[in-house]
């Protein structure tokens, strides 16, 4: 049989039946129905409205059709090849459609369906049954009890999400957790990334997190790897792989179940298996992987990593539109570990022929309330370029958070246009920043407080902003951490 487009080539052959899940030529849906309230209806219309091109074969044997497709009782009546299988069925129906699926040759299952090993001792021994048979025919199986996969570059959408259809992006996704996943890929939404790849692994009763991690290591349409973890069934194993993936792109993790009732939550939620905060974070630091704790931090984080280079140490040159701004930053990068360095006078007077008289030399470089593009400009162009400092972090307060109808209506004047003005030149300039950055390699991290009139997203603002001084130094130094490991490593 011909193998579906976008295969990876260099792959164990178990892992690489993946390709069969994030590129089917045709799936098979066992539980497909027309019930608006059952995952069976509403992960098929994900499907279908996402625009996934192949063969859809809906699996009911009450039904004749399912949403204007041709339904068949079993998957061996399927004329045609099935690429992989999709299980919204109960639990008790599984095994008898997996072993449809092994007569029929397909290659990949991903089962939706709870109720195994998180219920006990007698969901863990069907899921094993599940395991054995899935081995024994060939077949990869993804879950059970979890939401779901994606992969827009194939228009390929079936998970729980109802009509959620991220754009494709350079972040792959691997999560423990379907409704932390889908608030990781909201938060990269927001940030205008998208996805490579995402998987909700559920239970892993077949493939663990790292197998996944080994996959999107291996995959050239994923640049970053993020990923919520609850629970390790190998921490060797875990160890030793994921570091030969972070030889190569960076893994961002997100650790649940870090305190006894976090541990106790992740037992009942997927039966992962509890490790220790501590041997987690020192298994993390021995295979290059950064820990987060919080959705929010993770986001940032793995944002961080995209579309720009590392910086090579711990130094750092920060450039604020006033004076606080920089007092917050130097305590705050001193106290996780980066470096404010002074300048050397050679940078100091390059710096004092672009600034007013009555700025103060020195790290931080404070604009003294300016904000000019023809200054600002050459000022980071001047750190980037020093060989002072590793990184550059940009820091602006943005237009304060007023109603328009409050600013149009202080005193009789209208005020609105002023903040807007603001807000639109440096939206129209930052992108000089960022092709400075690129062009002399020294990575730059803009943080402003700068939104949209009634909150939400910058308008657009470049994916690489940070919305407070503190997730921008956290990226910085997250990001510093990664390139010594890799340094070490090489």
């Not at 040759?105 to 049954?129: C, D, M, P, Q, S």
């Not at 993804?142 to 959408?157: F, K, R, V």
């Not at 050239?220 to 990923?227: F, H, L, R, Y």
């Amino acid at each position: 049989m011909e193998e579906p487009e976008g295969v990876i080539k260099d792959m164990d052959p178990r892992l690489r039946n993946l390709d069969f899940a994030f590129n089917p030529r045709s799936i098979a849906f066992v539980g497909a129905t027309e019930s608006m309230r059952k995952w069976g209806f509403l992960i098929l219309n994900n499907l279908l409205t996402g625009g996934y091109r192949g063969e859809v074969y809906p699996v009911n044997p009450g039904r004749d059709t399912v949403l204007g497709l041709k339904a068949y009782p079993r998957v061996s009546d399927i004329p045609g090849h099935v690429d992989l299988a999709i299980f919204t069925v109960p639990s008790r129906q599984v095994m008898e459609a997996l072993r449809d699926c092994a007569e029929k040759g397909v290659k990949a299952a991903l089962v939706i369906t709870a109720g195994f090993k998180e219920l006990g001792e007698e969901g863990a021994r069907a899921e094993a049954h599940m395991v054995r048979l899935a081995r024994e025919a060939g077949m990869v199986l993804i879950g059970p009890n979890c939401q779901g996969i994606c992969c827009p570059a194939n228009d390929l959408y079936p998970w729980m999400p109802i009509l959620f259809h991220p754009p494709r992006g350079r972040i792959g996704y691997v999560s423990q957790s379907g409704n932390i996943l889908n608030m990781l890929i909201g938060h990269a939404v927001t940030a205008g990334l998208g996805v490579s790849k995402a998987v909700s692994s559920g239970n892993e009763a077949d493939l663990r997190t790292v197998d996944y991690y080994t996959y999107l290591g291996e995959d050239a349409d994923t640049e970053v790897i993020v990923s919520y973890i609850e629970g390790l069934q190998d921490g060797r194993d875990f160890v030793s792989r994921a570091r030969e993936v972070t030889r190569r792109k960076p893994i961002v993790v997100l650790k649940g179940g870090r305190t006894t009732s976090g541990v106790s939550a992740a037992r009942s939620h997927t039966g992962a298996m509890a490790v220790s905060e501590d041997l987690f974070e020192a298994a993390c630091r021995q295979a290059g992987v950064v820990v987060t704790r919080s959705i929010e931090e993770c986001g940032i984080t793995a944002a961080a990593f995209v579309n720009r280079p590392l910086p090579r140490g711990r130094r750092v040159g920060i450039v604020t539109g006033g004076g606080g701004l920089g007092v917050i930053a130097s305590d705050f990068c001193t106290e996780i570990g980066l470096e404010v360095v002074p300048l050397s006078s050679r940078t100091l007077e390059k710096l004092e022929k672009m600034l007013p008289d009555w700025w103060v030399p020195g790290n931080p470089v404070d604009l003294v309330a300016g904000l000019d593009f023809s200054v600002i400009k050459p000022v980071i162009e001047t750190l980037m370029t020093s060989g002072e400092v590793d990184a550059v972090m940009f820091l602006w307060i943005g237009a304060p958070r007023l109603k328009n109808a409050r600013l149009k209506g202080e005193r009789g004047m209208d005020l609105s246009g002023v903040w807007q003005s603001m807000d639109q030149y440096f939206l129209e300039h930052i992108g000089e920043l960022y092709e400075l950055m690129h062009q002399l390699q020294v990575p730059l991290y803009i943080a402003t407080s700068l939104r949209m009139e009634d909150g939400g997203d910058p308008d657009g603002c470049p994916p690489l902003v940070f919305d407070s001084v503190e997730s921008a130094c956290r990226a910085v130094s997250a990001m510093a951490e990664y390139y010594r490991f890799r340094e070490v490593m090489s």
